[in-house]
C-alpha cells in the first residue's frame, strides 16, 4: 500500500463563485460554516465518510483511499468565531485551514463507508466492501479483517469509564457494536484487553446503531430496524446471547399512548416506526423504507427518528411526553452538538438545521450544497464538545461549522425578541459555560417583559417583571411622571387633541406632574434599564416571542404612550418605535397591573426591612460567591451591579431608598386608579414620601386620610396646624372642609394619641381646645387611655394651674382618686385647692364635702401644713380641724372640736366607735379554727386599755370634767355609758362618777359590763367543747382513716390489713416474702422490712433496746 505525506495543493472552494463564508438564514447564528476542504476538479473520487478526533481528520474516499489531514486553528478563524455571519470574506492566511498529512490509497478495495477508533486498543475500524477491518491507529496498516462481519451495514463506537459491580473499582471500557444483517455482534475491551464477542440475533436486518449514554454513566445501544427500534443493555444481554425467542435486555420501543390512532384501529402496543400496512406506501417506490435514525441529546434522552417522524425517549425506551419535530421533508442525518439538536436535510434540499432540542424551534438553516454526510465529534453531549462545532460533507466539499460564543448568539436572539429562546438557550447551558447564567435568564425576562409593556400586554408584562425578580426602580420607569415621578423615562407633552379630549380639566396625573416638576420637557429615546447587557437594534416584531402573548386591545388613537421619550442615559436605548400616550382607560388598566407588582415587592423588602427602617439582619449576610446580600435584586442598577467592595455599600441605605420609592409609588398608583385602596396603604407603617403624599391628598380634599398619613409618619406638629386651621374655620378652602375635621373634636382626638414623650407638643395646641370647649379639651388629660394616664402628670398640673385652676383641681381629682397616685405633693395641691377655694367661698358645702372626705381618705397630704391652713374661728372648717388632728393621733383635741364647737355628740361617738375598731383590729390576733383547720376565727377579747389611750374614756372626761367656760353634759355621758360601757375601763370610769349619783342611773352601765364578762366566759366554754371535737375527729382520722373509705366499708388507717400470699413477691428484691419481716406502706404496698431504703442507717442510730421501723413495746405491729 502506498502512502503519500505531500500536500497538494487544493482547487478553488467553489467554482461558482460560492466564498468560504456562506450566509445563513434564520433568527440565530450559532455555527458559522468554514468550506475546509474540497476535492480538485480533476479528482474523480468522491467523499464518502468522515471521522475527527483530536486535530486530526480521516476522509474515506469512494476509491478506497483514506486522507489524514490535521485541522489549524489560525488566528482570523478565531476572529471569525466571535462575529456574525455577514461581514466582508475573510483575508488569505498563512495557515490553512486543514493540512493534508498523509493519503493511503490502498486502505481498501472498496469505498469507505464508515470511520471509527478505538483508542484504548489503539485501532482504527472502517467498513469497506461488507466487512469490518481493524487498522493500527498509527501506521493506518491492516491488522485484521473481521470475516464474521461480512454483510456488515454499520458499527457503532464508544468508550467509557465502568465501576465494577462487586470491587467499585473504575475501569476503562470500549465497545464496538457491529450490525450484520439480523445479527448483532459485539466486541468490548476493558482495560485494553480484548473481550469475546457478544452475538444476538434481531428480528429484522440491522440498519443503524448509535450507542447513547445516560446518568452515571448508564450506557445503552439504540438498534434501528424495518419494525422499529430496540434498546440493547449489552451487559443484561451478554448473559442470554444465542437463546432463542425475547432476550432480556433488549426492549422495543413503543408508540406513547397519547400518539397512537385509536380511530385507525391502531391498538395499544404499537411500536414506533414499524413498517405495518399503514405504511405500505413505501413499498410502491422502489421498495424504499426510510433509514431509522436516533441520537443522544441532552444525558439520558435520545432522539428517534423515521421518514418525518420523531420520539423522544429516555434511554430505558420510555418515551417521554414531548411534540414531534416538525420536520418538512425525512432528514438525511440527525446528530446533537451541544447544545443544539442536528438535521441534515436530503442532499437535493442542501441545507442543515439548528433546533433547539427543548422547544424544537428552528433557530439557524445553514445551506451546504449536495451535503449528505454529518459528522459530530465525540464527546458530543458534555462540556468537553462545547463550543468545537462539527463537520458537514457532500461529494466534493467538507464545512466545519465552528460554533460561535453564547454571548453573541443570546444577542442574536435577543436582537430578534427570541427571549424565550434565549431563556431556553441559557437553561440548556451549563454554568460553567456562561459567565452569570441565572443572572443573565432573570435579564432576558426583563427584556421580554419591557417589550410586552411597550405592546400593551400589561398584566403578562408585570407577572414577568414579578417571576424575574425584576428591581421596582425599572418597572416603574416604564410609567409617565403621575406614577414614576422623577424615575419616569417619559416626557409627556400636551397636545390640543388631549385637550379637547378631557375638557380643559386636568387628570390626577397632570396634576402629579405639576407638583413635582416645573421644568420644561427635554426630547429623548425610552430607556430600556442600566442592568442590560445586550444588545438590542430596531427591527420588525411579526417573530418575536411577545407576539402570541394575547393582552389589551390597542386603541385606534394610541398604542402605549404620546411622545414615549427616555432621558439620555449612558446605557443602550431602546429601539422601540414610537408609541402614543399612555393615558385614559389604558394607563389606569397599566397601573392596576402595576399594583400588584409593586405589592409583591413590599412583601419582599419587608422580610429584610424593618419598621423603623433598619435591616432586620446588620450587616446582612453575603453570598460567599457574589459577595452580594439576598436582596440583591431589589436594589437598582448601580448598586446591584458587580464589582467593588460589598463591604463598603450601605445596603441599608440602598433598601431604604426602594422601600420609599415602592410605597410612594404605589400610593400614586392607588389614587390614579383605586383611591379608596390609597388610604388603608399609609394607614400601616410605611415609607412613602411625605411630600408627594401631602399634595396629592391636600389637592385631592382628602382632608382625612391625610391626617392619618401625618400621623403614621410621626409628623405630628403639620396634622396639628393642619386640624387647628380646619377646627378654628381658617382653611382656605373652608367649604370643602368636612364638618368631621370643623371644631375641637378632632383635634382632640388627634391628641389624645399622642405618647407622653410629645407633652410639649400636646400642652401647645390642647391651648385652643380648652379656650373653646372646656370639656372636651379636659379628655386629652382625663380620659380613660393608656397615653393620658402616661402623661407627665407634674407637667400638666403646673400647664393646667397657669391656665385656670379649677382645671388644675379636676386633673389633681382624676390623678389622686381615679388613678390612685400617692404622689405627696398632688395630694398636697388639691387639700390647698380646697381650702382656697372654700375660704372663698364658705357657703360651698360641695367644697366642703370634698374636703373632709378626702382628708379622712388620704394619708399623704402633709397634715401639720393642712392644719395651719386650716382658720380656727371659722365653722366651716370645724370638722375638717378635727379630721387633721384625728389623722394626726390628737384624738383629744378632735374630740373637743366635735363636743363643744360642733356640739355633734353623734360625730363624736361615732369618731370614738371608729377609733376603738381601728385600734382592736390593729391589735387582735388570729388563731385556727377548732373545727376546720384551714379557717381562721377572730378573737373576741376586750383588751383593757388605760384612761390614757381609751377615747371613749377621753370623751367621757370631757363630758364629765370639760373646761371651765363649758358645762358638764350628764345625758350625753349616761348615754355612753350605756352604750359603750364595756369599751370603758372600769376605775377610772368609776372615778368620774360624782358621791352623790344614785346607783340607777349606772344600771344599764354595769349591766354592759357584766353581760360582757360573762359572754367571755362562755366563749371559752364553747372554744374548749370545739377543741375536744377536733380531737376526736384527729383520732378517727388515725385509727379509721378518712372517712370517703369508711363508708364505702374499706379499713384504713391503723385498722386497716394486708393480705400477703404465697405468690406475692416484694416489689424490690422480687422475691417471695415468706416468713419474714415486712414493711406495709400508706399506700398499701408491701416490701421486705430488710429492703426498706436507708435501713441499715438508721439502724445506726437507733438504741438495741427497740426495733427500727417498729412500734414500741406493748404496743400493735402493723397488722
Given amino acids: 500500500m502506498r502512502s503519500s505525506s505531500k500536500s497538494e495543493p487544493e482547487a478553488p472552494l467553489d467554482p461558482n463563485g460560492m466564498s468560504s463564508k456562506i450566509l445563513t438564514s434564520a433568527m440565530l447564528s450559532a455555527f458559522q460554516p468554514q468550506a475546509i476542504y474540497e476535492l480538485k476538479v480533476r479528482d474523480k473520487s468522491k467523499i464518502e465518510c468522515l471521522f475527527a478526533y483530536g486535530d486530526r481528520l480521516l476522509v474515506g474516499l469512494s476509491t478506497g483511499s483514506l486522507r489524514i ?24 492566511s498563512k495557515l490553512k485551514a486543514v493540512e493534508l498529512l498523509r493519503e493511503e ?107 447513547v449514554h445516560g446518568i452515571a454513566g448508564t450506557v445503552r445501544l439504540v438498534i434501528g430496524m424495518d419494525p422499529g427500534f430496540c434498546i440493547v443493555d449489552i451487559d443484561a444481554a451478554a448473559g442470554h446471547a444465542g437463546e432463542a425467542g425475547e432476550v432480556e435486555g433488549v426492549k422495543p420501543v413503543y408508540k406513547p399512548a397519547s400518539r397512537q390512532d385509536t380511530t385507525s384501529g391502531e391498538l395499544a402496543g404499537v411500536r414506533f416506526a414499524a413498517v405495518s400496512s399503514s405504511g405500505m406506501g413505501y413499498m410502491g417506490m422502489a421498495s424504499w423504507v426510510p433509514k431509522p435514525m436516533a441520537t443522544s441529546l441532552a444525558p439520558g434522552e435520545v432522539l428517534l427518528a423515521k421518514d418525518v417522524n420523531t420520539l423522544f425517549t429516555d434511554i430505558e425506551g420510555k418515551p417521554l411526553e414531548r411534540r414531534q419535530v416538525p420536520w418538512s421533508l425525512a432528514p438525511e442525518a440527525v446528530g446533537f452538538s451541544y447544545p443544539y439538536m442536528l438535521a441534515l436535510q436530503p442532499p437535493e434540499k442542501g441545507t442543515l438545521q ?38 458537514v460533507s457532500s461529494d466534493r466539499t467538507i464545512w466545519r461549522m465552528n460554533a460561535l460564543p453564547y454571548p453573541s448568539q443570546l444577542a442574536d436572539l435577543i436582537e430578534r425578541e427570541r427571549f424565550d429562546e434565549a431563556v431556553s438557550l441559557l437553561g440548556l447551558l451549563e454554568d460553567t459555560l456562561i459567565d452569570d447564567k441565572f443572572g443573565r435568564i432573570r435579564e432576558v425576562k426583563i427584556q421580554k417583559a419591557i417589550a410586552l409593556f411597550q405592546q400593551q400586554k400589561y398584566r403578562p408584562a408585570l407577572d414577568l417583571f414579578t417571576e424575574a425578580e425584576t428591581p421596582p426602580d425599572r418597572v416603574i420607569a416604564l410609567y409617565p411622571r403621575s406614577i414614576a415621578g422623577e424615575l419616569s423615562s ?73 411622545i414615549r421619550n427616555a432621558k439620555p442615559s449612558p446605557a443602550k436605548t431602546s429601539s422601540f418605535p414610537p408609541d402614543k400616550p399612555l393615558e385614559g382607560e389604558d394607563l389606569k388598566f397599566a397601573v392596576r397591573c402595576l399594583c400588584s407588582f409593586l405589592a409583591q415587592a413590599r412583601v419582599q423588602i419587608q422580610k429584610y426591612l424593618s419598621i423603623s427602617g433598619e435591616l432586620k439582619q446588620n450587616p446582612p449576610e453575603l453570598d460567599a460567591e457574589t459577595r452580594k446580600p439576598a436582596f440583591v435584586n431589589l436594589l437598582p442598577s448601580h448598586s446591584s451591579a458587580s464589582g467593588g467592595d460589598a463591604s463598603k455599600i450601605d445596603w441599608q441605605a440602598e433598601l431604604l431608598a426602594i422601600a420609599k420609592l415602592v410605597d410612594t409609588t404605589l400610593f400614586r398608583a392607588y389614587m390614579l386608579a383605586s383611591p379608596s385602596l390609597a388610604g388603608p396603604l399609609f394607614r400601616l407603617d410605611n415609607f412613602c414620601d411625605p411630600e408627594v403624599v401631602q399634595s396629592s391628598l391636600y389637592e385631592n380634599d382628602r382632608y382625612g386620610d391625610l391626617i392619618d398619613f401625618l400621623h403614621g409618619k410621626k409628623l405630628h406638629r403639620q396634622a396639628l396646624e393642619m386640624l387647628q386651621k380646619f377646627g378654628k374655620g381658617e382653611a382656605d378652602h373652608d367649604d370643602s372642609v368636612p364638618e368631621g375635621m370643623k371644631g375641637v373634636d378632632r383635634t382632640v382626638a388627634y391628641l389624645k394619641q399622642l405618647p ?49 385652676e379649677k382645671l388644675e383641681e379636676r386633673y389633681l381629682e382624676h390623678v389622686v382618686g381615679e388613678l390612685g397616685d400617692g404622689t405627696p405633693e398632688f395630694h398636697q395641691k388639691l387639700v390647698d385647692e380646697y381650702i382656697r377655694r372654700l375660704k372663698g367661698d364658705g357657703k360651698a358645702d360641695d367644697v366642703k364635702q370634698k374636703l373632709e372626705a378626702f382628708l379622712r381618705r388620704s394619708t399623704a397630704y402633709n397634715k401639720l401644713a393642712t392644719f395651719r391652713q386650716l382658720p380656727s374661728d371659722d365653722a366651716s372648717f370645724y370638722e375638717s380641724r378635727a379630721i387633721v388632728l384625728s389623722a394626726m393621733g390628737n384624738h383629744k383635741q378632735a374630740l373637743s372640736i366635735y363636743v363643744f364647737q360642733l356640739k355633734d355628740y353623734i360625730k363624736a361617738e361615732q369618731y370614738c366607735n371608729d377609733i376603738y375598731l381601728r385600734q382592736q383590729q390593729d391589735g387582735a390576733g388570729e388563731e385556727a379554727c377548732l373545727v376546720e383547720s384551714h379557717a381562721m376565727h377572730e ?43 364595756a369599751r370603758l375601763p ?114 445506726a442510730t437507733v438504741g438495741s433496746g427497740r426495733r427500727v421501723g417498729g412500734l414500741g413495746q406493748g404496743q400493735r405491729g402493723w397488722g
Avoid at 449528505?372 to 462545532?389: C, D, E, R, W, Y
Avoid at 344614785?998 to 366554754?1021: C, H, K, P, W
Wanted: net charge negative.
Fill in 69 to 92: 489531514f490535521r485541522i489549524n486553528e489560525t488566528s482570523s478563524e478565531r476572529d471569525q468565531s466571535i462575529e456574525n455571519g455577514d461581514q466582508p470574506p475573510q483575508t488569505p
Fill in 105 to 211: 490509497e490502498k486502505f481498501s478495495r472498496r469505498p469507505v463507508q464508515q470511520l471509527a477508533i478505538v483508542k484504548e486498543a489503539n485501532l482504527l475500524v472502517s467498513i469497506s466492501d461488507g466487512y469490518v477491518s481493524l487498522h493500527d491507529l498509527q501506521t493506518y496498516q491492516l491488522v485484521e479483517r473481521i470475516e464474521r462481519t461480512k454483510g456488515a451495514t454499520s458499527f457503532a463506537v464508544t468508550s467509557n469509564v465502568v465501576k465494577d459491580g462487586e470491587t467499585g473499582v473504575p475501569s476503562l471500557v470500549s465497545r464496538m457494536a457491529v450490525g450484520v444483517k439480523r445479527k448483532l455482534l459485539v466486541w468490548t475491551w476493558r482495560d485494553m484487553e480484548a473481550e469475546d464477542p457478544v452475538e444476538l440475533g434481531m428480528e429484522a436486518t440491522i440498519k443503524s446503531l448509535n450507542w
Fill in 354 to 391: 439548528i433546533r433547539n432540542p427543548e422547544t424544537l424551534t428552528l433557530l439557524q438553516t445553514i445551506p451546504v450544497p449536495s451535503a449528505s454526510v454529518l459528522h459530530v465529534p465525540q464527546p458530543n453531549i458534555s462540556l468537553a464538545h462545547a463550543g468545537k462545532g462539527f463537520l
Fill in 490 to 562: 417619559i416626557t409627556e407633552v400636551a397636545t390640543e387633541s388631549s385637550e379637547v379630549e378631557n375638557g380643559g380639566a386636568e387628570d390626577e396625573a397632570v396634576k402629579a406632574e405639576e407638583q413635582t416638576s416645573k421644568e420644561p420637557p427635554t426630547t429623548a429615546t425610552p430607556s430600556k434599564g442600566m442592568l442590560s447587557k445586550f444588545k438590542v437594534t430596531g427591527h420588525a416584531r411579526k417573530d418575536s416571542d411577545t407576539a402570541s402573548i394575547k393582552g389589551p386591545a390597542a386603541r385606534a388613537d394610541s398604542d402605549n404612550m404620546s
Fill in 756 to 804: 407622653p414623650e410629645l407633652v410639649d407638643l400636646v400642652l401647645e395646641f390642647v391651648n385652643w381646645p380648652l379656650d373653646v370647649d372646656t370639656e372636651k379639651g379636659m379628655e386629652v388629660f382625663i380620659a380613660d387611655t393608656d397615653f393620658a394616664e402616661r402623661l407627665p402628670r407634674k407637667r400638666v398640673v403646673e400647664y393646667l394651674a397657669e391656665i385656670d
Fill in 939 to 981: 378573737k373576741s377579747v376586750v383588751h383593757e386599755q388605760s384612761e390614757k389611750d381609751n377615747v371613749f374614756a377621753m370623751l367621757l372626761g370631757l363630758y364629765l370634767r370639760p373646761p371651765t367656760s363649758e358645762e358638764k353634759r350628764w345625758p350625753q355621758a349616761l348615754d355612753l355609758l350605756s352604750r359603750h360601757g
Fill in 986 to 1099: 372600769a376605775s377610772s370610769t368609776l372615778d368620774l362618777m360624782p358621791d352623790d349619783l344614785a346607783v340607777s342611773e349606772l344600771q344599764d352601765y354595769f349591766l354592759g359590763r357584766i353581760r360582757n364578762a360573762t359572754s367571755v366566759l362562755r366563749e371559752t366554754a364553747v372554744v374548749k367543747s370545739l377543741t375536744g371535737v377536733q380531737r376526736a375527729n384527729t383520732e378517727r382520722h388515725w385509727l379509721l382513716g378518712p372517712d370517703e373509705l369508711s363508708e364505702v366499708g374499706k379499713k384504713a388507717g391503723r385498722n386497716r390489713r394486708v393480705r400477703i400470699g404465697e405468690g406475692d413477691h416484694c416489689k424490690v428484691c422480687h422475691k417471695r416474702f415468706g416468713a419474714s419481716a415486712v414493711r406495709v406502706y400508706p399506700d398499701g404496698s408491701v416490701v421486705h422490712y430488710g429492703c426498706v431504703p436507708g435501713k441499715k442507717a438508721v439502724e
